[in-house]
Every structure is written in structure tokens, then in C-alpha cells.
């Protein structure tokens, strides 16, 4: 089993920046996939970012190429996403993820990952 906590969320002006960390205990996850996920108020979770198996690739939603930067720590187990250029409309609940044998062609599916973490909030307000 793997646990996974995120921290970092908070409140930021518009075009301010934030870090986002994850955690991950439990087993290392070095080899496995992992990313971050976001959910708006009433709506399904949506792709972020994030690194395939083995993190020899990186993958953004269109809607944050550019602003987001997914990076990981193997020494450390963990995952962070700094999020500069930030906009209201990125307001939501922010999930790290993990997973030892998704495939590539489904990194984009909130359903295809098996571990999430609890979420963090981020407000973009002034």
C-alpha cells in the first residue's frame, strides 16, 4: 500500500505562484507513475500533470503548459507541482497520484490510478 499527503495549497493572488508537495510512504514509487490531479466544485477530477513509469516522460493538460512545472525527488519519495502565472479559473482541490502499472495511453483517466491523496486546496482570488 502506498500513502500519499499533499501539502502546499493555500490562498494566491492572481498571477501569484504556489508549490504543491506529495509525499509518498509506504513503498518507494520511484518506478511508478505519478501526478496530480484537480477537481472543481461539482465537477469530475481532471488531468493536471504528471510523470509516466520510470518518469522518463512529462505530461500537462493544455490548460496549464507553460504555468505548471511537475518535478519528483526519488531520494526523497516525492512529487511536487509549482504553479506559477496561477488564474482564478485553477481554483480547485488538488490531488497527487500514484501508480505501479498504468500505461501511458491512460494517464489522462482519473479512474485508471490507484492511489490518490487527500487533496489540497487552492483558492486564486484577490
Known amino acids: 500500500q502506498v500513502q500519499l499527503v499533499e501539502s502546499g495549497g493555500g490562498l494566491v493572488q492572481p498571477g501569484g505562484s504556489l508549490r504543491l508537495s506529495c509525499a509518498a510512504s509506504?513503498?518507494?514509487?520511484?518506478?511508478?507513475?505519478v501526478g496530480w490531479f484537480r477537481q472543481f466544485p461539482g465537477k469530475e477530477r481532471e488531468f493536471v500533470a504528471t510523470?509516466?513509469?520510470?518518469?522518463?516522460?512529462?505530461y500537462y493538460a493544455d490548460s496549464v503548459k507553460g504555468r505548471f512545472t511537475i518535478s519528483r525527488d526519488k531520494a526523497k519519495n516525492t512529487v511536487s507541482l509549482q504553479m506559477n502565472s496561477l488564474k482564478p479559473e485553477d481554483t480547485a482541490v488538488y490531488y497527487c497520484?500514484?501508480?505501479?502499472?498504468?500505461?501511458?495511453?491512460?494517464?489522462?483517466?482519473?479512474?485508471?490510478?490507484?492511489?490518490w491523496g487527500q487533496g489540497t486546496q487552492v483558492t486564486v482570488s484577490s
Open positions: 497520484v500514484t501508480d505501479q502499472r498504468i500505461i501511458t495511453s491512460s494517464l489522462r483517466d482519473p479512474d485508471a490510478w490507484d492511489y
Open positions: 509506504g513503498r518507494s514509487v520511484n518506478s511508478y507513475a
Open positions: 510523470f509516466n513509469r520510470g518518469g522518463s516522460h512529462t
